[in-house]
């Protein structure tokens, strides 16, 4: 079973929706896995994704940079010992010397290069925390509209999961990244640094991620690319309600019924959404 790292400001009954298009939904269903995309992914819906603010960022490099001025003090008796020294191997222990030196110049570059790429490969399934439908989210993750929504809660979705992960589950935290007044401290988000961060233009989304970090292959940073990660999951455990778009006519409710129905899902629980139905007592005064 997946180890779990869960905020402690979702708790277990939180509700959780996640809106889809039909064939997402299909692949959920036939295949009982849950794709969690690397966040390099997202780089033309919000080119930030990756991204701390300057002031985190700023605090990162700061560190990459004192284990190097810590590893260059820590060999300055060697050089003194080796410039003391008399004798015919002092010329080569003055290259190899040399030659370390140089491999530290390398160090910070190679440490930046690291640090992007493994927070880029990191990846990320996305789900809304609303009590409500939300219309926005319909428009926004629908295909043309035809879309269906998973409402469940915390509680449901961990116990849904079969798989052998390490998991982290998170709300996502709203900044403005350009805010001079922000502090490193500012962009922590339950001990954590991004990718819980995104921009104020986001704040609509009301996120909670849950992220797998992936194996990283140092050895082979200019190569690498991020790649996603399915998990497996049970669709019946996972699902409370399917609402189905109200943007939507027939024959897609059917198609929805039908694909629910071939996998074992209670038609009593989905829901044609009401969003854009007018109550009637609102029609009348008297």
Partial sequence: MSNFRISPNLPPETMLWRYMSLDKFIDLLSTGELYFTPVSSYINSDP?????????????AGIFKNSVDDFNETIKPLEEM?????GPNQENARRDLELLRERISTH??????TYFAIMKS??????????????????LYSDLN???????????????????????ISEVKYLDYLDPTLTPQDCIVNGNFGPYLKRLSFAHE?????TISPPFDHKNIDSHKPSGVRIKID?????????????????????VNSV?????????IIVTSKLLQVDESLLSLY
């Fill in 48 to 60: 930030f994704e990756g991204l701390l603010p300057k002031v985190a960022q700023d605090a990162m």
């Fill in 108 to 113: 910070l570059p190679m440490m930046e290069k």
């Fill in 260 to 268: 629910a129905e071939k996998f074992g899902l209670d038609k009593k």
């Fill in 206 to 210: 009301n996120e909670v991620r849950m």
């Fill in 146 to 168: 035809k879309g269906i929504a998973i409402q469940t809660n915390v509680a449901r979705l961990i116990e849904a999961i079969t798989a052998d992960n390490y998991i982290v």
């Fill in 235 to 255: 669709p019946l455990k996972l699902i409370e309600k399917i609402y189905i778009s109200p943007y939507v006519s027939q024959p897609f409710p059917n198609a």
């Fill in 122 to 139: 990191v990846t990320v399934s996305c789900w809304h925390k609303n009590e409500t439908e939300s219309e926005g989210m319909w428009r």
């Fill in 82 to 86: 080796i410039n003391a020294s008399q």
